[in-house]
């Protein structure tokens, strides 16, 4: 049993670089959480995005090119 996400066009690796820190970040955390079945996993990811501070979420936006309206 394992787990895999599914990349499409734009989020392929390369084209959006700040999608890649987000990810990379929760993929090491994730590895170091190292659940096993799926309802822990789904626990851990929460308790990490939940974690993630409102600051560093505006950063990732804001590096992004996103305009606040």
Not at 7 to 28: I, T, V, W
Not at 43 to 53: D, F, N, P, R
Request: aromatic share 10%; hydrophobic share 40%; net charge positive.
């Amino acid at each position: 049993m394992g787990c895999f996400y599914h990349l499409s066009a734009s989020l392929l690796p390369g084209s959006q670089p700040h999608r890649e820190l987000l990810l990379s970040k929760l993929k090491a955390l994730l590895r170091k959480a190292a659940e096993r079945s799926f309802d822990a996993l789904i626990k851990a990811t929460a308790s990490i995005l939940g974690a993630t501070s409102p600051q560093e979420c505006s950063n990732y936006f804001d590096a992004s090119g996103y305009v606040y309206t």
